[in-house]
């Protein structure tokens, strides 16, 4: 038996990959193949457009994929949350589908937008957002670079964002947020009552979540004289408690602890003046809660 898993190809196939690398996977992919290798005999991958990867899971095409939450939405897919994962592709935070207009226009909101056009790739969840909103406006898919498409051929835009960036340097501005999103495992229904594919992926979210709680953390170990262990320990803001060892020498024990990566370069002098000896700072693949 083999879990069928996809992949999503396009701008989140990279930083995907590399997730299932910290999380102990690797997978290979050719430009000639969307069969992508992977080191694990029951796990069979496939790359599948994230906007497309909720149909085919919920069809049972493939037991699981990863897509965002967006996708899910869009297509109204019966599956199965397995996880949230908070990554995408330039960061590893949440993206947003939001509304813009040219940054000269008189729309301040939503409202505004009665009987005009918006362009976006995101149609069901745009038509969705205006019906709550009770604005009556007519939604165009557009095929990509959305961003141009204001003022000429669009009023307004429904877009992914993760920075902004792209929006300001084509002049728009956001005016509301209309969804927030985030990469999610999803599965079947029916392959999560099986329960060797629900232990798989159990298995699965457990290790890519510990590849996330990584993310921008290291470890720090150094030696303390025991009289000092108390001035050091005031300067580690630790994950939980840090550990404690015996040295064999009796006046001495070892400190280790988990930090965010960016406080060490501020708290690594602290430690020095504090009295620790032999600090070593080291990278994180995953950690297990």
């Given amino acids: 038996m083999k879990l069928k898993l996809g992949i999503p190809k396009g701008s989140l196939e990279h930083a995907t990959i590399d997730l299932f690398r910290k999380a102990g996977f690797t997978i290979t992919t050719s430009s000639r193949s969307y069969f992508p290798a992977i080191d694990d005999p029951d796990i069979e991958c496939m790359l599948i457009r994230a906007q497309e990867m909720a149909r085919y899971v919920e069809d049972g095409i493939l037991d699981a994929g990863l897509t965002g939450l967006d996708w899910v939405e869009e297509n109204e897919a019966k599956v199965q949350t397995v996880a949230d994962l908070v990554y995408a592709k330039q960061s590893f935070g949440k993206v947003r589908w939001v509304l813009a207009v040219p940054e000269s226009s008189s729309f301040q909101s939503v409202k505004d ?90 298995d699965i979210r457990m290790l890519l979540e510990g590849a996330i709680n990584a993310l921008s953390k290291v470890g720090l170990m150094m030696n303390v004289q025991k009289k000092d262990i108390d001035s050091v320990l005031s300067v580690l803001p630790a994950l939980k408690n840090p550990t404690i060892s015996q040295l064999s020498d009796a006046e001495w024990v070892a400190v280790n602890t988990i930090l965010e990566e960016t406080t060490v370069r501020n708290i690594i002098p602290r430690l020095k003046e504090a009295g620790a000896q032999g600090i070593v700072e080291y990278p994180l693949n995953k950690i297990v809660m």
């Fill in 113 to 202: 937008l009665n009987g005009k056009i918006i362009a976006t790739e995101l149609v069901g969840t745009t038509k969705r957002y205006l019906a709550r909103n009770g604005v009556s406006a007519k939604v165009e898919f557009s095929w990509g670079a959305t961003e141009v498409k204001p003022p000429e051929l669009a009023d307004a835009i429904v877009e992914v964002t993760e920075t902004g960036s792209s929006l300001r340097a084509n002049k728009l501005r956001i005016v509301e947020t209309v969804l927030e999103s985030n990469t999610q495992l999803i599965a079947n229904v029916r392959s999560w009552t099986d329960d060797w594919k629900r232990r798989k992926l159990e």
